[in-house]
C-alpha cells in the first residue's frame, strides 16, 4: 500500500500526539495561523479551517487516505459534515477509513455502574447530545460511501502540560470530593495509540478509549502531591465548592467506563492506570510542557 496520507479536522492536543506517535503524511487544520509552528513542530502540515474549505484544503483532502475528526459538534450540526460532506462522498477517492473522536460523556449518569460500548446514551448535557447526533451522521456517511468509520468515545484527557503535577506547580490543583464520584481518564498517548492501531486494522465501529482505573479525582492530587513530595492540598466538600456551571455539570455524571473493545481491536494501553502514567511522566521530567516533546515513534 502506498503511504498513508492522514487528515486531522481539528488537530489539537491529541492530534498531535497523534502525529508524533505515527508514520505518513500528517495534515491538521487550526482556525489560528499562529499556531500553525506548533502544527510543524510535532510533524503536521498546518492548514486554516473555520468552517470552510479552501483550495489548499481540498487539494490536501482528495489525496487522503485517512480521515480523523477531532472537531466538537455545534448548534448547527456537525462543521466538518456541513462544510466537507460533498467532498467526501465525491472527491476523496483515496478514502479507506474515517475517525471520528467523540467522548464518554455520551453516555450521561449511571450512578458509578459500570458501561461499556453495548450501553444505552443517554446524554445530559446539550454538548452531549449534539455528541451522539454526530456520531450517527458519522456512522452514516460510512455506510453511504462503504468505508470503516471508528467512534473513539474518549474518557479526561491528560498528558504532558496537562495534569496534577502541572496544576500543583502553579497553584491550581483542588482536591474536591464528592462521596463516591469517579472520573474516567486516558493519556493523549493512548488516543494516539489506539487511533493508529484502529487505522492500521482498518476496524470501525464504537471503541470506548479509557484506561483501566476509573478513580475519584482528589486520589489523582494526592498521588501527584506524594510524588513531588509535597503537601497536597486540603479535602473541599463538593456541596461547598464554588464551581463554573460546566465543571459542576461534569460532577453530575458517574460512571465507570469500561475498554475491552479497543484491547479486542489489538490495543494496550501504554499507560493502564492514571499511577503508571504519573510514574512515568515524574521520572522522565515529561510533565510540564505538552508542546515540545520529542516524537512518539511506534
Known amino acids: 500500500m502506498s503511504e498513508k496520507q492522514v487528515f486531522i479536522f481539528g488537530a489539537g492536543y491529541s492530534g498531535k500526539a497523534f502525529a508524533r506517535a505515527g508514520n505518513g503524511r500528517v495534515f491538521g487544520t487550526t482556525r489560528a495561523p499562529e499556531k500553525f509552528e506548533a502544527l510543524r513542530q510535532a510533524g503536521i502540515a498546518p492548514l486554516l479551517f473555520d468552517g470552510a474549505l479552501t483550495e489548499e484544503t481540498g487539494d490536501a483532502l ?3 487516505t485517512h480521515l480523523v475528526i477531532s472537531i466538537a459538534p455545534e448548534e448547527a450540526g456537525d462543521p466538518v ?4 460532506r460533498a467532498v467526501i ?16 460523556g455520551v453516555y450521561g449518569n449511571y450512578d458509578g455502574a ?15 447530545v449534539m455528541r451522539v447526533a454526530a456520531e450517527q451522521d458519522w456512522l452514516e456517511l460510512g455506510r453511504e460511501i462503504g468505508r470503516p468509520v471508528a467512534i473513539l468515545r474518549l474518557s479526561g484527557i491528560y498528558g504532558p502540560g496537562r495534569n496534577a503535577l502541572v496544576n500543583l506547580e502553579n ?28 487505522i492500521e486494522s482498518n476496524a470501525g465501529g464504537i471503541f470506548n478509549v479509557t484506561d483501566d482505573l476509573p478513580a475519584p479525582p482528589q486520589d489523582v492530587v494526592a498521588y501527584a ?5 509535597v503537601t497536597a492540598p486540603p479535602e473541599i466538600p463538593f456541596d461547598a465548592a464554588q464551581l463554573s456551571p460546566m465543571a459542576r455539570s461534569f460532577y453530575g455524571e458517574n460512571k465507570r467506563v469500561a475498554n475491552m473493545a479497543i484491547k479486542a481491536a489489538g490495543y494496550s494501553l501504554r499507560f493502564p492506570d492514571y499511577r503508571a502514567a504519573f510514574d512515568h511522566m515524574w521520572a522522565s521530567g515529561d510533565w510540564r510542557d505538552g508542546e515540545a516533546r520529542s516524537p512518539m515513534k511506534r
Not at 81 to 84: C, F, T, V, Y
Not at 183 to 194: E, K, L, M
Not at 225 to 229: C, D, K, T, V, W
Request: charged share 20%.
Open 62 to 64: 482528495g489525496k487522503t
Open 81 to 84: 459534515l456541513n462544510a466537507a
Open 89 to 104: 462522498l465525491a472527491q476523496m477517492p483515496a478514502l479507506e477509513w474515517i475517525g471520528y473522536l467523540s467522548t464518554v
Open 114 to 128: 459500570w458501561v461499556d460500548e453495548t450501553a444505552q446514551c443517554r446524554p445530559v448535557s446539550k454538548r452531549s
Open 171 to 198: 497553584g491550581t490543583a483542588r482536591r474536591l470530593v464528592k462521596p463516591d464520584q469517579v472520573f474516567n481518564r486516558i493519556h493523549c498517548d493512548d488516543i494516539a495509540g489506539s487511533l493508529w492501531q484502529l
Open 225 to 229: 502531591a506524594s510524588l513531588m513530595g
